[in-house]
């Protein structure tokens, strides 16, 4: 009786440390402590996401402004409303709801022999939502431009349009809205450029691309004795373009087809691009590498024909300009809703590096390439996205997209010839 008694006050002394040992080898519920951690880790990096998209958002919004009130109070063409540059910056930062990121920080320079520069320098802070738990409660953000016109004009434009006109451009209206595009862009550029200071070339292509008359001709080095349309042998470069090795081929020749170089006027490129049509499969690198020719300084005795043959503006005489030639702002747009296809001159991968071998070599002269894919498929975009000199340069563009795409191009493109300089 004793001794059971005594056993029994041991058992209830030691009861309290057996049950602490068995709560320390318990694990239900150690999960639960660390989905908090999990669940707080991705808050942090979900709302620092969401801060930094914010304030990328409103960094994109204020250099927009700046880069296009810059250029427009810069311009020394007429100014039909008499407002000062001061005032037209204003203006722009008002429309845009940011007067006071502009804070009054413009700077208007004017001299007799360079013109006029204009200068901003924008601020403001975005206020954090979530990183403010790691003591980070807002972003500073200076968006600073400067456009500069000399008196006479700004650089000179030579731009090339290489436009798809395959048969799968006839689906949803896609040849009309690319034709709208092309035209509105034209309008732009030329409307109010002086004779000389923008170039625009159009380069229509399906499985091949149709020179301008008697251009076959000119060329040195052609193999074949049949076919208006060219096709080349080697891709990786685009200079001495007037002496590559090059064979005839047969092509459709209806008129539409031609390439349409140095437009100098919106009613005489309205008219080509408006004529576009589509059929037919579809050979980028032919586009691509027919379209380069109007950038190469040796093609100069092309041009200079079809001045005589009353094809080109005699203002553009000796062009295209030498590589070395300063001022001037050489692009091409290159544009597909499909893909290299369809085995007649070269398999699909082959046409595909020629491109990109072309594309390279442009970018290496300083060209800027805008490349869009235009509802294109996968393969397609990608050698869009491969060819264009940044990604900010490339375009997936739907078809009610394209006409704002073709504006944003032409606007960069302005940009350039006003040299931006901040």
Request: include cysteine; charge should be negative; charged fraction near 15%.
């Amino acid at each position: 009786m004793l001794h059971s008694l005594r056993q029994q006050i041991a058992t209830n002394r030691f009861a309290p440390l057996s049950g602490l040992r068995r709560f320390g080898r318990r694990d239900d519920g150690s999960m639960a402590v660390f989905s908090v951690f999990v669940f707080f880790a991705m808050l942090l990096v979900g709302g620092l996401a969401i801060d930094m998209m914010r304030n990328e958002n409103e960094r994109v919004r204020m250099q927009n402004t700046a880069d296009r009130a810059v250029l427009a109070a810069t311009s020394l063409r007429e100014n039909v409303s008499n407002a000062t540059p001061q005032q037209i910056v204003d203006a722009y930062f008002a429309a845009e709801g940011l007067t006071a990121q502009l804070g009054g920080r413009v700077i208007v320079e004017e001299d007799a022999e360079t013109g006029r520069t204009v200068t901003v320098v924008p601020a403001a802070t975005v206020p954090t939502l979530f990183m403010n738990m790691l003591g980070i409660n807002d972003f500073s953000v200076v968006t600073p431009a400067r456009a500069t016109e000399a008196e006479g004009g700004g650089a000179r434009i030579e731009l090339v349009m290489v436009l798809d006109v395959s048969g799968s451009m006839n689906g949803q209206g896609k040849i009309g809205t690319m034709r709208t595009a092309a035209v509105n862009l034209t309008d732009a550029l030329l409307t109010d450029a002086e004779p000389g200071d923008v170039a625009v070339t159009m380069v229509p292509y399906d499985a091949w691309v149709l020179p301008p008359s008697g251009m076959v001709n000119l060329m040195n080095n052609v193999s074949g004795t049949n076919g208006a349309c060219l096709d080349w042998s080697v891709w990786d470069t685009v200079l001495n373009s007037i002496n590559s090795s090059v064979s005839r081929n047969n092509c459709s020749t209806q008129a539409w087809r031609t390439i349409r170089p140095y437009m100098s006027t919106a009613t005489t490129a309205s008219t080509y691009l408006n004529d576009l049509r589509a059929s037919g499969t579809t050979s980028i690198d032919l586009g691509l590498r027919n379209g380069a020719l109007f950038f190469d300084p040796t093609m100069q005795p092309v041009i200079s024909q079809l001045i005589a043959n009353g094809e080109v503006d005699p203002v553009f005489e000796g062009r295209p300009f030498d590589w070395e030639e300063p001022n001037v702002v050489r692009a091409l747009i290159l544009l597909t809703d499909g893909q290299n296809c369809c085995g007649a001159r070269y398999p699909t991968t082959q046409q595909d590096a020629n491109t990109l071998a072309t594309c390279t070599a442009l970018k290496a002269q300083g060209v800027l390439i805008y490349s869009i894919a235009f509802q294109a498929p996968t393969r397609g975009a990608a050698l869009m996205q491969a060819c264009a000199s940044s990604p900010s340069h490339y375009f997936n563009a739907t078809t009610t997209e394209l006409l704002s795409v073709f504006q944003g191009i032409g606007s960069n493109i302005q940009t350039q010839a006003l040299r931006l300089t901040l």
